[in-house]
């Protein structure tokens, strides 16, 4: 992050912006939207590691750069990218927005690189995927049941709690409370079912199986009827 003024906008902006997509956040100690908004985009650009590079304008003491933009309103976010605007928002956003702002400005270069390691799919390549993107699904999900294999299931569900809850963080969440695979269950519902309704862990248990099996799997949908009619 920098603060930029009129002097040295050419250079921190306009120029730097040839080289690596520039966010400019234009900006006053007055705005109270602004100071919700700043720490945001801070946070949001910092995590891209130097792939995207934040500017921060102050346009009250800086009115060249305000009257550049024809800024009428506060806060005002800009990208900038070869010396040129390509994207722009203003107002405050919410967190998500600004995260879908920001990976716009990422070089393609580093998606396809995190599906080449993705693609790999060992430990270290899956490692390396989540060095570029410490959110990426698939490589989450990948190297969750790599470390679920092994028996290192707190390590793994950890690293599922960065993804947004899905079928398949279900079925490894699940896993580790199993230790199951999903081809050797059957047995163990059909034992559950007499004790599911009057006990949790029991129920539980169950449901756990349920998701190890997978909603894709076509057994799984006569084993949630079956489970329905035990516990009512």
């Given at each position: 992050m920098a603060d930029v003024t009129d002097a040295t906008f050419e250079a921190a902006v306009v120029e730097r912006s040839k080289t690596v997509p520039v966010v400019i956040d234009l900006w006053a100690s007055w705005c109270g939207p602004c100071k919700q908004l700043g720490p945001i985009i801070e946070r949001v650009v910092a995590e891209t590691n130097g792939a995207v590079e934040l500017a921060k304008v102050d346009v009250d003491a800086n009115q060249a750069v305000a009257a550049a933009f024809k800024v009428q309103s506060i806060p005002a976010v800009y990208a900038m990218v070869d010396g040129k605007i390509v994207d722009g928002f203003m107002g405050a956003q919410p967190e998500a927005a600004i995260r879908e702002f920001v990976e716009r400005l990422l070089p393609e270069v580093e998606e396809s690189e995190i599906d080449r390691l993705v693609g790999v799919?060992?430990?270290?390549?899956?490692?390396?995927?989540?060095?570029?993107?410490?959110?990426?699904?698939?490589?989450?999900?990948?190297?969750?049941?790599?470390?679920?294999?092994r028996g290192e299931n707190d390590e793994a569900v950890?690293?599922?709690?960065?993804?947004?809850?899905?079928?398949?963080?279900?079925?490894?969440?699940?896993?580790?409370?199993t230790g199951v695979p999903s081809g050797d269950i059957e047995s163990e519902l059909s034992e559950l079912l007499a004790t599911v309704k009057d006990d949790d862990e029991s129920r539980q248990r169950f449901v756990d199986l349920l998701a190890v099996m997978g909603g894709d799997d076509p057994r799984t949908a006569e084993w949630r009827r079956r489970l329905s009619a035990a516990l009512f």
């Open positions: 799919g060992d430990e270290a390549s899956l490692r390396a995927a989540l060095e570029i993107q410490s959110d990426h699904p698939a490589a989450v999900t990948g190297l969750a049941a790599l470390l679920i294999d950890a690293l599922l709690g960065r993804i947004p809850e899905s079928a398949e963080t279900r079925r490894l969440v699940a896993l580790t409370r």
